[in-house]
């Protein structure tokens, strides 16, 4: 728990607000210039205006002079699947001859390699490839970031999947906020009794789950060929009577019902809808679902990109986030996520940082500890190279985070 002062930067980025944002409110980010920050014990104590005196002993604390750099809150990243074992580079090449990632998936690929692959790594190869991901996205400016199960999809993997992130957790610098995701695929054995598979997770998983407190929320795939909407709703229910929070992968390939399904069961958040409907946008914006938008996956499979710009003009909270997983989005690039979700979702950069700060922390139920410079907060914070945060998409492909700081410790 670090006591630290950055002085004087050339923007204070507060992102201010305790909850997700929605529509017109996500352009306005609280810029203060020439501002000072104060951590103590970990936790932001004071946000000083230009020329205001320090009123603490600066001896008891660590000061960065930060003139000339645009400050932050740490990023925050709501949708990952950052554990898994073995990688699919023949698929980027199938992909490129113009195998579909759905074809890939029926004929055995995909989500269910890479579970071949998991249930055969040891843990301490989760924990070290996972700590070096970690590693990764701390340079890239994320503090906390959510991470999913789904690569088991049996009862001893899932758990392995969801145990490796809670150890990361207590030993990284990182927060790992856990979702389990049980109905990720069909493994092999349950193909065709996919009802069966989904009573499986209730019955067994669920209580597992909830009793070891390995996960907050639980998610699943909701997609033609993968889970239906029915079973989605059943799953997802029956969820919520464990206390795990909800969330959905949602329109993604095809126009399913899935964000209309989220509004209904007032899901924390629905991610991926690149599909979405006018009628399943309108609903989440109503029910405070957090759209979560993955550009990367689009990019990465070239599918068309959500329509982020027609989501915060119909009100939605839109968040974002890299998607990191070894199939749909084989990377942490946030200076790619910024400069896709502005080029190609039309976001604003204001939009843009909004939706990886605060309404990223809505998406995993934190905005009211980190996502947003204000008093009581966590002190997780970044510093640009550059004097504003409009450099973050305009340096297309850039990292231009210079010093990352976790709980008033420099961290990177
Ligand atoms: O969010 N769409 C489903 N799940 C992941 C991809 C997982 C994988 O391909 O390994 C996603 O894109
Ligand atoms: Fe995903």
């Known amino acids: 728990m670090g006591n630290i002062i950055i002085r004087n930067a050339a923007q204070v980025v507060t992102c201010s607000g305790f909850s997700g944002k929605r529509g017109g409110e996500m352009s306005d980010l609280q810029v203060i210039d020439n501002g000072t920050v104060i951590v103590t014990g970990g936790i932001i104590s004071h946000i000083l205006q230009q020329g205001e005196p320090i009123p603490v002993d600066e001896q008891d604390y660590t000061v960065i002079h930060a003139e000339g750099k645009a400050l932050l809150p740490g990023f925050v990243d709501p949708h990952t699947h950052f554990i898994f074992g073995g990688y699919r580079e023949e698929e980027f090449s199938w992909r490129m001859r113009g195998d579909s990632y759905m074809e890939i998936m029926q004929r055995g690929g995909g989500i269910v390699h890479t579970t071949r692959a998991t249930r055969e790594a040891t843990e301490e190869e989760l924990l070290a490839s996972g700590r070096e991901r970690l590693d990764t996205m701390m340079q890239l400016g994320i503090t906390t970031v959510e991470g999913k199960s789904g ?6 993997t899932e758990l392995k999947q969801l145990r490796v992130m809670r150890q990361l957790n207590e030993t990284h610098a990182m927060d790992v906020v856990p979702t389990f995701m049980g109905a990720h695929a069909t493994p092999a054995g349950w193909e065709g009794r996919e009802d069966a598979f989904i009573d499986f997770n209730i019955r067994e998983m669920f209580p597992l789950v909830a009793q070891e407190k390995l996960a907050e929320s639980v998610d699943i ?22 206390g795990f929070q909800l969330k959905m992968h949602a329109d993604e390939i095809v126009t399913l019902g899935g964000a209309e399904l989220a509004a209904a069961l007032r899901c924390l958040s629905a991610d991926h809808l690149l599909q979405a409907s006018d009628a399943g946008i309108r609903a989440m914006a109503e029910a405070g679902v957090v759209a979560t938008l993955l550009p990367l996956t689009a990019f990465t499979l070239r599918e068309p990109y959500a329509r982020g710009r027609a989501m915060i003009d119909a009100g939605c909270i839109v968040a974002m986030a890299t998607d990191l997983n070894p199939g749909s989005s084989f990377t942490a690039s946030v200076p790619l996520l910024f400069a896709l979700a502005c080029i190609y979702m039309q976001l604003t950069p204001e939009e843009a940082v909004t939706a990886f700060t605060i309404n990223s922390a809505a998406a995993i139920n934190r905005a009211g500890s980190i996502g947003s410079i204000d008093v009581g907060k966590q002190g997780d914070l970044l510093l640009l190279k550059f004097p504003s ?15 990352v700081i976790k709980r008033g410790k420099v961290v990177i």
């Open 151 to 156: 690569y088991g999809l049996d009862r001893e």
């Open 221 to 242: 795939f909701c997609e033609k060929g993968v889970f239906t909407i029915e079973q989605s709703r059943r799953y997802l229910m029956a969820a919520r009577e464990h």
């Open 389 to 403: 945060y409009k450099f973050l998409p305009y340096h297309v492909g850039m990292n231009i985070v210079e010093t």
